[in-house]
């Protein structure tokens, strides 16, 4: 019984005079990557009427991975539109985009960043789908769309 008691004393003494504290810096630097999962390289058909005077839908034209640490801004950018010439400058609602499971697709301008998704959650790793929308409306006149190349970037918000 005499062992038990002062093992406790010995116990409660450590515990109550062993305590430090530490005061430190934990710095958590802004981290994010965005990274092409996969693509549906599905050509665009426009042989008919209704496609052309209509537009193109491409679902799930790519699918990335946001991982980031912080708030981002998601943005769109088209880089190559060759076979077009100037038209797509004039003609700013010819390519559309939008993340899968928002309501609005969003217009493109050839070389300018445009954002199309703000981070909604806290997660650190996040996946979407992209939509491309196609919409000619008589806009091309003899031009055609040979390469559609979209880019996507990703910024702190």
């Known amino acids: 019984m005499k062992t038990f008691i002062l093992l406790f004393g010995l116990v409660g003494s450590s515990l109550a005079y062993g305590q430090q504290s530490i005061n430190g810096l ?4 802004p981290l994010s990557t965005v990274r092409l999962l996969s693509s549906n390289d599905r050509p665009l058909d426009f042989s008919s009427i209704e496609n052309y005077t209509n537009g193109q839908l491409i679902q799930n034209y790519c699918q990335l991975e ?3 640490n912080h708030s981002w801004v998601l ?3 088209l880089n190559d539109y060759s ?3 100037g038209i797509l400058t ?3 609602d010819l390519i559309k985009v939008k993340v899968q499971g928002t309501n ?3 217009s493109l301008v050839p070389g300018v960043p445009i954002p199309i998704f703000v981070s909604n959650n806290q997660l650190l790793r996040n996946s979407y789908v992209i939509d491309v929308w196609v919409d000619p409306k008589l806009k091309l006149g003899d031009h055609s769309i040979k390469q559609l190349q979209l880019s996507f970037q990703l910024a702190s918000n």
Request: proline share 11%; net charge neutral; aromatic share 6%.
């Open 26 to 29: 934990v710095e958590s630097p």
């Open 66 to 68: 946001v991982k980031s």
């Open 75 to 77: 943005s769109a950018v």
């Open 83 to 85: 076979g077009v010439g």
């Open 90 to 92: 004039s003609s700013p």
């Open 104 to 106: 609005q697709f969003v």
